[in-house]
Nanobody, 117 residues
Framework: QVQLVESGGGLVQPGGSLRLSCAAS????????MGWYRQAPGKQRDLVAA???????NYADSVKGRFTISRDNAKNTVYLQMNSLKPEDTAVYCC???????????WGQGTQVTVSS
């Protein structure tokens, strides 16, 4: 059974930092491209950051220079370090695992991030 379990969300003041984790099980993690997406109330789900199985990263323009995605294949975990948080970063953050040469694509349940004073 495939599971992606996010953690690390919470309430933080503007300018603060959070580190999200997504622990994967039931997949050969190193074969998957991993991504962090977010969805704010009333808005569509958008890609925040992604990291390929080879370690190449890409970011949404709105988070470049503030967020860093990384992965630890030994721990089957992908991380999102979020610095200089802004109120507009408030959303539910979900991780995604995608094995691009197959139909295998999985989502976690999400973790709430709220940036507010």
């Amino acid at each position: 059974q495939v599971q992606l379990v996010e953690s690390g969300g919470g309430l933080v003041q503007p300018g603060g930092s959070l580190r999200l984790s997504c622990a994967a099980s039931g997949i050969i993690f190193s074969r998957y491209d991993m991504g962090w997406y977010r969805q704010a109330p009333g808005k569509q789900r958008d890609l925040v950051a992604a990291i390929t199985r080879g370690g190449t990263t890409n970011y949404a323009d709105s988070v470049k220079g503030r967020f860093t995605i990384s992965r630890d294949n030994a721990k089957n975990t992908v991380y999102l370090q979020m610095n200089s948080l802004k109120p507009e970063d408030t959303a539910v953050y979900c991780c995604n695992a995608d094995w691009s040469i197959t139909p295998r694509n999985y989502w976690g349940q999400g973790t709430q991030v709220t940036v507010s004073s």
